[in-house]
């Protein structure tokens, strides 16, 4: 068990819905990053946060976005939802805001949209 | 259309051997580089990591080896166990600069280890 809560694990939803994925991170991990990895795509990263502000971003669409919440839980949600954003969503935190602190995964939640 | 799923490259190997997964990352800025290690219906884990001006690194059972020349990446697994058996993954960071990299990585598409008893 990494530390790192995500709910739901799993999701099916309809094409054009809008769903909130949630994370709760590690005891005293200020750092939280949303993954997709998809079987076409494979890992993407997403987005990071760290104590409540956006710190890096990657590939994520315009329907997507995140947020942080002074409780240090993370939020990622998906609108305007397409097939093709069918995946497993992998939230990880780690204590420090810098890529080379270990970071600690979740077991992720499963998005079926059907 | 049919959706085309990545063929991941796949490695055999006997309990107890020595395991060579290799990984071309991409961009030569990349100044710092993580292997992890995915079993299934898990999410990745940290195995070792690498600085850019480092070419080798041990831990415990795994060494990493950077080529950045040809930017080619590798990780070594020593009597390799059946519990090794996971897909492994590299991943590259480029530093942003100022001394801070934030947590910006890049993922190989990954190779699958099947370790046979």
């Known amino acids: ?114 | 259309g049919e959706s085309v799923g990545l063929h991941l490259p796949t490695l055999s190997v006997q309990e107890g051997d020595n395991s060579i997964i290799n990984c071309a990352y991409s961009n030569s800025a990349s100044d710092y580089f993580i292997w992890y290690k995915q079993e299934s219906g898990k999410g990745p884990q940290f195995i070792i990591d690498i600085r850019s001006n480092m070419d080798k690194r041990q831990g415990q059972r795994v060494t990493v080896l950077l080529n950045k020349t040809v930017k080619h990446l590798s990780l070594q697994i020593a009597a390799t166990q059946p519990g090794d058996s996971a897909v492994y993954f590299c991943a590259e960071n480029i530093g942003v600069g100022g001394g801070t990299s934030y947590g910006k990585l890049t993922f190989g598409q990954g190779t699958i280890l099947t370790v046979h008893p």
């Open chain 1, 1 to 114: 068990d990494s530390g790192v809560t995500q709910t739901p694990k799993h999701l099916i939803t309809a094409t054009g819905q809008r769903v909130t994925l949630r994370c709760s991170p590690r005891s005293g991990d200020l750092s939280v990053y949303w993954y997709q990895q998809s079987l076409d795509q494979g890992l993407q990263f997403l987005i990071q946060y760290y104590n409540g502000e956006e710190r890096a971003k990657g590939n994520i669409l315009e329907r997507f976005s995140a947020q942080q919440f002074p409780d240090l839980h993370s939020e990622l949600n998906l609108s305007s939802l397409e097939l093709g954003d069918s995946a497993l969503y992998f939230c990880a935190s780690s204590l420090g805001q810098g890529v080379s602190t270990e970071a600690f995964f979740g077991q992720g939640t499963r998005l079926t949209v059907v």
